[in-house]
């Protein structure tokens, strides 16, 4: 599976951008996608994750009630809506996807990330 992410740039505080990622290759395979940021000098942490069947949701608590994320399964595309963006939002946001090998086995796939700054 290829992710591509595309959408981050420079926002002042309080405004508003959208990501996309685009998967492609055994794209049937992915039972769940997310949203993970990775700011300087700290740890990667998960965004914003839905899995592929049902849509089903989860978000980390500092994004609850400002980002959505989306999927079009039709499109294999991820979307991921960011409002009332704050400067400690400024990250890298990496595009995640996650399907079961032929073993059952977990397997991950990362975008390049995309560099999403908020200025105050």
């Known amino acids: 599976v290829q992710l591509v992410e595309s959408g981050g740039g420079l926002v002042q505080a309080g405004g508003s951008l959208r990501l996309s990622c685009v998967a492609s290759?055994?794209?049937?395979?992915?039972?769940?996608m997310g949203w993970y940021r990775q700011a300087p000098g700290k740890q990667r942490e998960l965004v914003a994750d839905?899995?592929?069947?049902?849509?089903?949701?989860n978000y980390a608590d500092s994004v609850k009630g400002r980002f959505t994320i989306s999927r079009d399964n039709a499109k294999n595309t991820m979307y991921l809506q960011m409002n009332s963006l704050k400067p400690e939002d400024t990250a890298v946001y990496y595009c995640?996807?996650?399907?079961?090998?032929?073993?059952?086995?977990?397997?991950?796939?990362w975008g390049q990330g995309t560099q999403v700054t908020v200025s105050s």
């Open positions: 995640h996807a996650r399907r079961y090998n032929g073993y059952g086995v977990p397997v991950g796939s």
């Open positions: 839905i899995t592929t069947g049902d849509g089903s949701t």
């Open positions: 290759g055994s794209t049937f395979s992915i039972n769940a």
